[in-house]
């Protein structure tokens, strides 16, 4: 089994920077991906391949991934972005989410 | 535009089975993988296996094996997980999700669909 540990809350005033960490074994050789869920909601992609945004999600979603940690960042935050985030990567012919982190924007 | 609609909530009693559905829409079924992950209350996100919807292969999560079943019907661009000996504890949203494995990533996800496991 594979674990990819995240901080379980993190807060940001609106306008700055909020930083969420994914750690796990040798992250930095696989791609990481990341999911925004809002509550009562399904997930959404918001990167993959470690810093690709899909269609749609806004530029202030931004993502680096080395060693053993990958990295999402929500620069400039909103209200509209409070929502749990889940990191998820591939390892060993099986795919494993992150514990989830809570972004609360004060 | 992509659509993965998914089956209505249900009630199930401890050792029952359920069967979930993920009808695909506005893409070629058989082109992508179907990923399901599930969701218990209040807690994190748990992937449960993968199906290759042309040639009907699988591979499931350790946990689950021997108890989950993906398949498919390609003529309706449907692909159904089925759950065996259920417990208390799989009470959860269950996911359908459109895998694409070259990054590794699930890029639609259907609405879900709620399993309650009560007796």
């Known amino acids: 089994s594979y674990e990819l540990t995240q901080p379980p809350s993190v807060s940001v005033s609106p306008g700055q920077t909020a930083t969420v960490t994914c750690s796990g074994d040798d992250l930095g050789h696989k791609y990481a991906s990341w999911y925004q869920q809002k509550p009562g909601q399904s997930p959404v992609l918001v990167l993959y391949?470690?810093?690709k945004r899909p269609s749609g999600i806004p530029e202030r979603f931004s993502g680096s991934n080395s060693g053993n940690t990958a990295t999402l960042t929500i620069s400039g935050t909103q209200a509209m972005d409070e929502a749990d985030y889940y990191c998820q990567a591939w390892d060993t012919s099986a795919y494993f989410f992150g514990t989830g982190t809570k972004v609360t924007v004060l | 535009q992509v659509q993965l609609v998914q089956s209505g909530a249900e009630v199930k009693k401890p050792g029952a089975s359920v069967k979930v559905s993920c009808k695909a829409s506005g893409y070629t079924f058989t082109s992508h993988d179907i990923n399901w992950v599930r969701q218990a209350p209040g807690q994190g996100l748990e992937w449960m296996g993968w199906?290759?919807?042309?040639?009907?292969?699988?591979d499931y999560a350790q946990k689950f094996q021997g108890r989950v079943t993906m398949t498919r019907d390609t003529s309706i661009s449907t692909a159904y997980m089925e759950l065996t000996s259920l417990r208390l504890d799989d009470t959860a949203v269950y996911y359908c999700?459109?895998?694409?494995?070259?990054?590794?990533?699930?890029?639609?996800w259907g609405q879900g669909h709620l399993v309650t496991v009560s007796s």
């Open positions: 391949q470690d810093t």
């Open positions: 999700a459109r895998g694409i494995q070259l990054w590794h990533m699930f890029d639609y």
């Open positions: 199906m290759n919807p042309k040639y009907g292969n699988t």
